[in-house]
């Protein structure tokens, strides 16, 4: 079973730019979330999808973050534009849709630059 | 709300020796509980859960962590070090749909 997958690995982009981060949950796993770590602080929720509707968003920093799910299946976080303090590492988990207390699956993250 | 207490940014231990990772929680119910560990250029990995079954959890590599109400503690231990072992440790709790609270990590430093 292929596990959560997120692309890119890395990504420098200048201030301003817009960048889209992609994330392919693990096959069956209707809930998804994002999270980001921010160099130097905690991980912290940005929000949650169960199959296509945002269940939460209540951890997104602005409305320059977009995030979409379109079809229940990968999600992409759109920055734009971006901006200094985006710079961190975003991660990416799924879990089955039964039981909310189960653990979440993350994938490897997408290392952020902003420059 | 939900949040967690690493009580240790940085825990340094001799190859062979215990270590013991200390997490405090606070929780408006009773709670799920995790510990996460992530090694360099590695995602976030899960070595243990509670979900209000057995307060002693054994996870995998060793690792084995205690609930305890009473002191709104779970703290994360191994009887022995090994090498392996160095990398981040994050003590989670989940809050409202599974929404995760994370620690602010514990590095571990493992020496020969």
């Known amino acids: 079973e292929a596990g959560v997958t997120q692309f890119p690995s890395h990504s420098v982009i200048e201030k301003g730019q817009t960048v889209t981060l992609r994330c392919d949950p693990i096959s069956g796993h209707d809930n998804l979330y994002w999270y980001r770590r921010v160099m130097g602080k905690e991980i912290k929720f940005l929000l949650h999808?169960?199959?296509?509707?945002?269940?939460?968003e209540s951890g997104m920093p602005n409305n320059r973050f977009l995030a979409e799910r379109t079809g229940g299946t990968y999600s992409t976080l759109k920055v734009q534009p971006a901006e200094l303090e985006d710079s961190g590492v975003y991660f990416c988990a799924s879990s089955s849709r039964d039981r909310y207390s189960y653990e979440q699956y993350f994938g490897p993250g997408t290392r952020l630059t902003v420059t | 709300a939900q949040s967690v207490t690493q009580l240790d940014s940085h825990v340094s231990v001799s190859e062979g020796t215990p270590v013991l990772l200390r997490c405090n929680y606070s929780?408006?119910?009773?709670?799920?509980l995790f510990w996460y560990v992530q090694h360099p250029n590695k995602g976030l990995q899960l070595l243990l859960k509670y979900t209000s079954a057995a307060t002693l959890v054994k996870g995998i590599n060793g690792f084995e962590a205690e609930f305890k109400k009473s002191e709104t503690s779970f703290h994360l231990t191994k009887p022995s070090a090994h090498m392996s072992d160095a990398a981040e440790y994050f003590c989670v709790v989940t809050g409202r749909w599974g929404k995760l609270q994370f620690g602010a990590g514990t590095q571990v430093v493992v020496t020969p």
């Open positions: 929780s408006s119910y009773s709670p799920s």
């Open positions: 999808f169960v199959k296509e509707s945002k269940q939460d």
